[in-house]
């Protein structure tokens, strides 16, 4: 291709708000001394800026937060609509959607109640007093047959065995610190 026919390539470039020079969009400031900010990181300096509503949700209680979202459901918005509201007033952080959706599942299914009942692991069905009796009455019973003297798995044997400080030593159970 000959020089006079070469391709033309355009570059994308922005002007510069204080000597209206147009400068390439990479770069990060003007030759006149003008510094572009990346909105992304200008929005992050503005947000850590504390307001009396971003210090009002460190404050807050979930009980209180509840109550909001209760508001909220009966006003019949929606967990994701609940979340932009309390987070516009409240500031970013001051609550999870998930939370929210959590909770208004609880209230749709009737349960209006703001106590919060304790989650996670379910109580055990074995007895640790019973399960430390059977193995001082016996200690060269295996995990087995406790396991089925009292109707559970081994595994729940061997975590309670481990709890109460019982190991296996030369075929027989013995409390850890003896030794």
């Given at each position: 291709?000959s ?15 204080q ?5 390439p969009?990479a770069?990060k400031s003007c ?19 504390s307001?009396?509503f971003t ?6 209680s979930?009980?209180d937060l509840?109550?909001l979202f209760l508001?909220?459901?009966?006003l019949?918005h929606?967990?994701?609509t ?5 987070v516009?007033?409240?500031?970013e ?5 998930r ?7 609880k ?7 703001l106590?919060?009942e304790?989650?996670g692991?379910?109580?055990?069905v074995?007895n ?7 193995v001082?009455a016996?200690?060269?019973?295996a995990?087995?047959g406790l396991?089925?003297d009292?109707?559970?798995?081994t595994t729940?044997?061997s975590?309670?065995l481990?709890?109460?400080g019982?190991?296996k030593k030369?075929d027989?159970?013995?409390t850890?610190?003896?030794?």
């Amino acid at each position: 291709m000959s020089a006079s026919r070469a391709k033309k390539v355009k570059m994308a470039s922005k002007s510069c708000p204080q000597c209206d020079l147009q400068v390439p969009v990479a770069c990060k400031s003007c030759p006149c001394g003008y510094i572009f900010i990346n909105r992304k990181l200008l929005k992050v300096k503005q947000s850590d800026k504390s307001s009396p509503f971003t210090e009002a949700s460190k404050t807050m209680s979930p009980q209180d937060l509840r109550i909001l979202f209760l508001y909220e459901f009966k006003l019949g918005h929606s967990a994701a609509t609940a979340s932009r509201n309390i987070v516009s007033v409240f500031g970013e952080g001051a609550v999870n959607e998930r939370t929210i959706r959590w909770w208004f599942e609880k209230f749709r299914s009737g349960d209006l109640s703001l106590k919060n009942e304790p989650r996670g692991r379910p109580r055990s069905v074995l007895n640790q007093d019973q399960l430390r009796a059977l193995v001082e009455a016996n200690p060269k019973h295996a995990i087995r047959g406790l396991a089925a003297d009292l109707g559970v798995s081994t595994t729940t044997i061997s975590r309670h065995l481990a709890a109460i400080g019982k190991v296996k030593k030369l075929d027989e159970w013995v409390t850890a610190v003896d030794g």
